[in-house]
């Protein structure tokens, strides 16, 4: 039986915490973090739960079941295992993740030299995803030797900007905000939504799956073992570098307290604290980084809708790298407000898959948990996220008065219950199932 070696479960996991590691986990903290102020630890916790502890959990369970998003997705049937695919893919492909790795590229690496005008952004983007679009296209093994260079010059760059934000802040720890004021840990919960990890780890899951049975492991068991592995030293990374970009945003108010996103914000901290010299090499990490990113989510969109429709895989690449370029076109904050209806609607129905996933040793008949409380789900962060598009209005007013329906949550007792029920109804009808098989 084949077992990994301290050195290559080390190298497995600085893989993993490269897969995860792209423009969400680097913007979003330091803007959190400064909204945060004085309450950033609690935020910060929230944070970490949908950040860090829920990609973990989703590597878990994928290991669990093989490491394909299919069978992930098995009980619900094919036809609804399959829109949610779908959902997924287009979340982290063209839609948001990556026309927000140009844009993010952009405001950090080129606008504080250029203007953060509008044509600057579309000559850029242009180029950029025309590399896209070659890297994604000619694939290779171009995007692996890329990835053994910029890492460890990401890896590098960020310890030194985390080891200078807890050294050297900026300034004190501001007021906070006052969303953050009274449930601070919730809106870091949400916030943590956005870097879409958890959406990207039902993706990379096969791709870590893949990459231990590549090793010579066979064993469920030790490919399951060596995934959590992996998805924790994954973890480690990903904490230690959320943690210091929160300290940094939330020390950082003198200096960019007007700035509408996180790029701005690391902008200003660099500037101000490295100077130019330091503002060109923190935008060249940051554009590999992201320009590695979007060609790995555009390959990777591109390989499952090739599968899934009558349409070759350069048709695929060809049209949603396009759609990506007139997305990322307008703009950061723009893009983001359009982002978090779509990924509160979302983010709710991948928590509570992983969730049942990893209770399934409990269930007599999967599908009959599944069914029902993905439903629920579904129908109560739909409302969840239509509150969150600004449409409050249209939704039935007993909706307002569940709980934590203020904070975007409101889908949490609903979905409760009715986990409750139908693991019950499954208990009372396990018997009868198993006379019938």
Not at 292 to 314: H, K
Not at 377 to 387: E, M, P, Q, V, Y
């Amino acid at each position: 039986m084949t077992r990994l070696k301290g050195p290559d479960l080390l190298a497995l996991g600085f893989m993993t915490f490269a897969l995860f590691l792209g423009a969400g986990n680097i913007i979003f903290p330091p803007s959190a973090g400064m909204a945060a102020g004085e309450n950033l630890w609690a935020a910060a916790l929230g944070f970490l739960l949908t950040g860090v502890g829920l990609p973990l959990l989703t590597v878990v369970a994928l290991a669990r079941v093989g490491g394909g998003m299919a069978n992930l997705t098995a009980p619900l049937g094919r036809k609804a295992g399959t829109l949610f695919a779908v959902a997924v893919y287009l979340a982290i492909g063209p839609l948001f993740a990556t026309p927000r790795t140009a844009v993010v590229s952009f405001e950090m690496g080129v606008a504080p030299f250029s203007g953060n005008s509008d044509l600057a952004l579309m000559i850029y983007s242009v180029a950029y995803f025309a590399v896209v679009l070659f890297l994604s296209l000619n694939p290779g093994q171009l995007v692996d030797r890329i990835g053994k260079y910029i890492t460890p010059v990401l890896l590098a760059a960020l310890l030194v900007l985390g080891g200078a934000a807890l050294l050297a802040p900026a300034g004190e720890i501001g007021q906070s905000s006052a969303d953050y004021q009274d449930m601070p840990l919730i809106q870091g919960f949400l916030q943590g939504y956005l870097t879409m990890d958890t959406l990207g780890a039902l993706v990379f899951g096969i791709v870590i799956a893949t990459a231990i049975r590549g090793r010579g492991v066979s064993d469920s068991r030790l490919v399951t073992r060596y995934s959590v592995i992996a998805g924790l030293i994954a973890a480690a990374g990903l904490s230690l570098v959320y943690l210091s970009l929160f300290y940094l945003g939330a020390t950082s108010q003198g200096i960019a307290g007007d700035a509408q996103n996180g790029v701005q914000i690391l902008t200003a901290y660099v500037q101000f604290t490295f100077g130019t010299p330091g503002s060109l090499l923190l935008a060249v990490v940051i554009t590999l980084a992201c320009l590695t990113t979007a060609v790995g989510l555009l390959t990777a969109c591109g390989e499952y809708f090739s599968e899934l429709l009558p349409v070759s895989y350069r048709k695929v690449v060809l049209a949603f790298g396009l759609f990506s370029l007139l997305v990322s076109n307008q703009g950061l904050s723009q893009l983001i407000s359009v982002s978090v209806p779509v990924l509160v609607g979302l983010y709710p129905l991948a928590i509570v898959l992983i969730g049942l996933s990893l209770l399934s040793r409990f269930w007599n008949s999967a599908s009959r948990v599944f069914i029902p409380v993905m439903l629920v789900t579904l129908l109560f962060g739909l409302a969840d996220a239509i509150s969150a598009a600004g449409f409050k209005a249209l939704l039935p007013g007993f909706l307002a008065q569940l709980p934590l329906a203020n904070e975007g949550l409101g889908w949490v007792v609903p979905v409760a219950l009715t986990l409750l029920l139908a693991a019950a109804l499954d208990q009372l009808r396990g018997e009868a199932q198993a006379e019938a098989c």
